[in-house]
């Protein structure tokens, strides 16, 4: 092979490798643009605490369903929820509108496992309690501590994140990643904004 041939291909396979990182570099895109608000002050660690609740709800969502890609769309949806909820076209909080969204999924899925079994199901929406009890009580509590619940919501969160995508279950692979690093970087920011405030 010439020298040449040789750092083409070099170069394609650089290139692939950067191209299966798309959902950790959309993660880190997306973390820092809901960071903003936090980092100057404008928000609170405890304004978050929809995320962690879109985090539990966008894995029962493709349990209940048993179509892993769909964890994208819901996504989208719960980003849809928390806009609307911040620009107050909704009645509720988007918190308390993604948990009546997460329970409405939870019926249909136990009942679709009525007539075929889920495995996946009941652990999916014991975390969904579990995320979402943590969100609540957050936004219950006093702000600094309710800020740091948020933070170790996230940080459960992304172990539960890596251990989806090891082991790829219940979400595709690349929400998985991109989850992980979102949940990361915005622990990393809601206790860095909250010590410092």
Request: aromatic letters at 8%; charged letters at 10%; hydrophobic letters at 60%.
């Amino acid at each position: 092979m010439t020298e040449a041939s040789k750092s083409a291909s070099e170069s394609r396979t650089s290139g692939w490798r950067s191209i299966q990182w798309w959902p950790a570099a959309i993660g880190m895109a997306f973390a820092a643009f809901v960071s903003i608000d936090l980092l100057n002050g404008s928000e609170r660690g405890t304004d978050l605490a929809a995320i962690v609740v879109a985090s539990g709800l966008v894995y029962l969502a493709a349990a209940a369903l048993e179509i892993p890609w769909v964890s994208w769309p819901v996504f989208l949806l719960s980003v849809v929820v928390i806009t609307l909820a911040r620009l107050g076209l909704i009645p509720f909080n988007a918190a308390s509108a993604m948990l009546i969204v997460a329970a409405i999924v939870a019926v249909y899925g136990v009942v679709r496992a009525l007539r075929r079994p889920n495995r996946e199901l009941p652990l999916q929406a014991i975390a969904m309690i579990v995320f979402g009890g943590l969100a609540t009580v957050a936004l219950f509590i006093s702000p600094f501590v309710g800020a740091l619940l948020v933070a170790a919501g996230l940080v459960a969160h992304a172990g539960w994140d890596v251990y989806h995508h090891v082991n790829n279950k219940v979400v595709v692979r690349s929400m998985a990643e991109f989850c992980c690093v979102l949940d990361t970087v915005l622990a990393i920011v809601v206790v860095l904004a909250t010590l410092a405030g």
